[in-house]
Each structure stands twice: as structure tokens, then as C-alpha cells.
């Protein structure tokens, strides 16, 4: 492990730890859940470490940590500060600094993104029909976060300019946008998932393959994830048994200045 993956693993074991204390259901997700099974640790070049959480737990979470415990808080789009303009939350470690390079730089710690899991239909095709209307508040944030970048795609670069002009308050939007995911009661669905990812919608998937929160090995830990593993990595990433070209084994993170020993607040 690199020195930033194992400052990430100390803040796992702590957050792992206080959910199951306080009855807080939560699943590692994403690459995060694809390290688990596939090398039951970190992928080897990534470098952050998600989680997700039915929304009812989510919003406990975030009020349980809202100031902070040991040096440990959460941050979400309703926290007062103006510059957190992620429609999901981050659990930080205030001992640290690190530089989120945006539209706009967040300058916080280390952080572990905690992501909203919502309900979102009991059918496929309602599912599909109510993510419209999400994917569309989405697409409005997207372009108001999406940095102008030299040798990015053209389209990329043309929602960065349209996101400057947008009369929009990306924060307010934001807030819009958790309060539509979280419209639907997640215990009064069949179909569930992380309404913003970026794997759109095939982040939606019946409720059951969450299931039981199950034990996995991280890094010589224990962490919780999906029950039906198989299923949820099919869903996100087609063939996950089989290693990407080594050209694509890099990190899609750009932060910068990253100090373990620096406390940002």
C-alpha cells in the first residue's frame, strides 16, 4: 500500500467500526467493493475509498458527525459551508490536507465519499421513467462543476462552458437534486441505487442484491458489501474478473496538495 491508501484504510476501520456501534447499515461500493472481491484490498492504482448507506442511515450519519468525533466529521450539500457543493457527502479526517482540484478547489482532508442509497420505483420501467427527471437535475450540476480543461473531449469542454452561463446557484442545485433522489421511501422500493454515479443507470438494481450487509477482507480487515457480489459488479462493470489494459491502470483522481500530517481545519 502507498502512504495515502494506508491513511484511507485507518479511516475505514474507524468509520466501520462506528457504524456497527451506532446500527448503521452501510456497503462498501463501487471499485472500492470490486477490491474487496477481486483482491481483497485496494485495487492496486486506485486511491479513494466509497461507501454506501440506505438514505434513512445516510442522513443519521451525517448528523451524528456533523461536528466532530475524535477528528473525524462529515460534510454534506446542506452543511453551511459554501464552497461543499457535492450532492453526496465525505467523511474527512481533519489531522489531514488534500486539495479536490475543481471548478471550484475544495480544500479539505482525506476523505472517504459516503454515498445516498434511494429507492427509486418497483418496476424496471418505473424506475427508468422516475431517473429521467433525476438525470436531468444532474446534468445541470454536472455542467456547472465540469472544469474547461486543455486535451479534454470537445463536449466535456463545451458543458464547462455552458456551465459558466447557467444562471444556476450550484449549491441550491445540488440540494435540489439530493432532495428529488431521496423522494421515494428506499424500505417502500424494489428497485434501489446511487442516482447520480456516474454509471448512471446501471447503478439501478433490485434491492435484494444489497441485501444482508456481508462480511468481505480488505486489507486484513472486515468490511461490509453487497450480498450478491457477483450480480452487483456484473451490473457496474460487465467482465469484473478480468484486469483492464495496463494502460488504463491508473487513477481518475487528480489531488493535489496531499499532506497526511496536516491538519486542514
Not at 149 to 169: Q, S
Amino acid at each position: 500500500m502507498n502512504p495515502l491508501q494506508s491513511k484511507l484504510l485507518e479511516m475505514l476501520t474507524w468509520l466501520s467500526s462506528y457504524l456497527n456501534e451506532k446500527g448503521l447499515t452501510y456497503y462498501v461500493m463501487g471499485g472500492t467493493m470490486l477490491g474487496a472481491v477481486r483482491h481483497q484490498g485496494f485495487i492496486p492504482w486506485d486511491d479513494d475509498v466509497d461507501i454506501i448507506m440506505p438514505r434513512e442511515d445516510y442522513e443519521k450519519l451525517i448528523e451524528y458527525l456533523k461536528e466532530p468525533v475524535d477528528h473525524y466529521v462529515v460534510e454534506s450539500v446542506f452543511s453551511p459551508e459554501k464552497d461543499f457543493i457535492y450532492n453526496y457527502a465525505k467523511f474527512y479526517d481533519t489531522n489531514t490536507s488534500m486539495t479536490d482540484p475543481a471548478k471550484i478547489p475544495v480544500k479539505r482532508g482525506v476523505f472517504i465519499d459516503v454515498f445516498p442509497l434511494d429507492g427509486i420505483g418497483n418496476t424496471m420501467e418505473e424506475s427508468l421513467k422516475n431517473y429521467k427527471k433525476i438525470d436531468f437535475l444532474h446534468g445541470l450540476l454536472a455542467m456547472k462543476n465540469c472544469k474547461f480543461r486543455k486535451g479534454r473531449k470537445p463536449w466535456k469542454n463545451a458543458a464547462a462552458i455552458c456551465g459558466w452561463v447557467l444562471p444556476l446557484n450550484r449549491k441550491k442545485l445540488a440540494q435540489k437534486l439530493d432532495k428529488k433522489c431521496a423522494a421515494l421511501p428506499y424500505k417502500d422500493c424494489k428497485y434501489v441505487g446511487y442516482l447520480t454515479s456516474t454509471y448512471r443507470t446501471r447503478e439501478i438494481m433490485e434491492k435484494e442484491i444489497y441485501g444482508t450487509p456481508t462480511p468481505y477482507q480488505f486489507e486484513g480487515i472486515t468490511v461490509y458489501g453487497p450480498e450478491k457480489f457477483d450480480e452487483y459488479l456484473t451490473n457496474l462493470y460487465h467482465d469484473w474478473r478480468k484486469l483492464p489494459p495496463e494502460d488504463k491502470r491508473v487513477s481518475v483522481h487528480d489531488f493535489v496538495e496531499i499532506d497526511l500530517n496536516k491538519p486542514y481545519r
